[in-house]
């Protein structure tokens, strides 16, 4: 059976889901994106990532889709209709489509696009991989420079994915003037001497929903954090690392550019982060 998806109003099998060619999130990645995970068939941390589309969408002058009370029902509605017991929902909001295609923004009358998909993925949190921690690369950063709002903008992300596919690794950390700023699609972390060390909020990273509620969960087990800049050499010379996403959680990194952490499993506070992120995360979860 296909997935059921949700296209402007309309819950649709996927095979009859349609996007105008004119819309601007395919011409010009004219949109925004969150992405919630589910686990026993409930939203994890739905208020942060509500919020945060909210603050996109504002950043960009883009209208809201839809009353923002009415989105936790259409990720419920999809969640059950598509029987997901662990995976992800995908919302996605573009400027709409207008009659042709136009660098300037469409006036009101155009309405916005909005769609949501869902993904089932089992092993979500009991992940093989954090079990195993993953490797990385480093590459340069070239994006564009707010990258503090959640858009559809994935290309060289998606290109760094593979560069670090090729280079034998599982993912990448992006470097910019000498500094780590995050992952392809995650937020970045090292541990030394028990320290967690991340960089600070700004326009240069996404403020990670993950990260968010780590780095609070961090702090209420008496850890200490520090929320600064770090090179990939100081990276290497970690006691551990790992990165945070609504996808994956919190995964141990074991390897930076080759270079081996510890003993190359995934150490105790990345272990311990995980674990009272999903125990405290499943407790809330709507």
Do not use: C
Request: hydrophobic share 40%; no cysteine.
């Amino acid at each position: 059976m296909s997935r059921i998806v949700y296209v402007n109003g309309e819950y649709l099998p996927e095979e009859e889901a349609k996007v105008s060619v004119f819309d601007r999130g395919f011409l010009f990645a004219d949109g925004v994106y969150e992405v919630t995970s589910v686990l026993g068939g409930k939203l994890i941390d739905f208020a942060g990532h509500e919020a945060r589309l909210r603050r996109s969408l504002n950043e960009l002058s883009m209208p809201e889709p839809a009353a923002m009370g009415e989105l936790l029902e259409i990720h419920r509605e999809l969640v059950a209709r598509n029987e997901i017991d662990e995976g992800l929902v995908y919302l996605q909001v573009t400027r709409g489509a207008p009659a042709d295609r136009d660098f300037a923004f469409p006036g009101e009358e155009v309405p916005p696009t909005l769609v949501l998909f869902t993904q089932s993925k089992s092993g979500l949190a009991d992940s093989p991989q954090a079990r195993k921690g993953i490797k990385v690369i480093s590459v340069e950063d070239i994006r564009w420079g707010r990258r503090d709002i959640k858009t559809v903008q994935l290309l060289y992300p998606s290109m760094g994915k593979m560069m670090a596919k090729k280079a034998g690794a599982d993912d990448a950390w992006m470097v910019e003037d000498g500094f780590v700023t995050e992952g392809t699609s995650n937020n970045a972390y090292i541990v030394k001497n028990g320290k967690i060390i991340t960089r600070n909020l700004g326009t240069e990273i996404l403020h990670g929903i993950t990260r968010a509620a780590v780095l609070r969960f961090a702090r209420e087990a008496q850890m200490e954090v520090e929320e600064r800049p770090f090179t990939i050499e100081e990276a290497q010379q970690a006691d551990e690392a790992f990165f945070t996403s609504a996808s994956a959680f919190v995964m141990p990194v074991v390897e930076i550019d080759g270079s081996v952490l510890g003993d190359g499993t995934p150490g105790p506070v990345s272990r311990r982060l995980r674990e009272i992120y999903l125990d405290e995360s499943r407790k809330v979860a709507v």
